[in-house]
């Protein structure tokens, strides 16, 4: 039987979904949460009237634009995602359908608020690219240079990640790098865009 879908959200400040992937838990312990999200696994973007993504945007450029929320899928690659209780980063080991391993991504953002179903938290714009050998780089390093907010808590997270990338420690050793799943695509439940207590 093919488990009830669970909702990984990231939200704008003033509160609106900014985007939804539908995944399937793979795991909850003294780790994290592990979840799967499999090449089709469907998923919600913010666009303009006309399609356009905006993920790329400043968000303040995107705050004041009219946009909506537009349904797609994943496409390219199939993900799992670790979410470590209380941090504010996770990490997600990707393959190609042929099963090629690319490397780790480490998005830092705010510690996951779970609610039954799925967790949202907020972007914190600078990122982490690992690569298959462990050799790493920072992304969007420009764009988090102008964004609001204190950066220093933000680069310190990823500099304690990079810590364990160098050391070759958890989630950046051999774990899960030969993982799959037949679990296939994860479908976008009705509730997906429920505010977090009207689905208790």
């Not at 093919?2 to 003294?30: C, K, M, N, Y």
């Amino acid at each position: 039987m093919t488990p009830e879908p669970f909702v990984r959200r990231f939200l704008h400040p003033d509160g609106r979904i900014a985007a939804a992937q539908s995944t399937f838990v793979v795991s909850d312990d003294d780790r994290g949460l592990l979840l799967f999200s499999d090449v089709g696994s469907a998923l919600m973007r913010r666009t303009d009237l006309f399609g356009t993504s905006t993920r790329d945007l400043p968000i303040a450029e995107e705050l004041a634009m009219v946009t909506m929320l537009t349904p797609g899928v994943r496409e390219n690659l199939k993900s799992l995602l670790l979410l470590p209780a209380g941090a504010a980063h996770s990490v997600s080991w990707n393959w190609l359908p042929d099963g090629s391993f690319t490397g780790w991504y480490v998005n830092l953002e705010t510690p996951a608020r779970r609610w039954p179903g799925g967790v949202d938290c907020r972007d914190q714009v600078l990122d982490l690219v690992v690569a298959p050998d462990r050799s790493w780089g920072w992304k969007d390093e420009d764009d988090f240079a102008q964004s609001d907010g204190d950066p220093a808590p933000i680069r310190a997270e990823g500099e304690q990640v990079i810590k364990l990338v160098e050391a070759g420690e958890f989630p950046f050793d051999d774990t899960f790098l030969h993982f799959s799943s037949d679990l296939g695509p994860a479908p976008l439940p009705s509730w997906w865009d429920l505010p977090a207590p009207a689905r208790a």
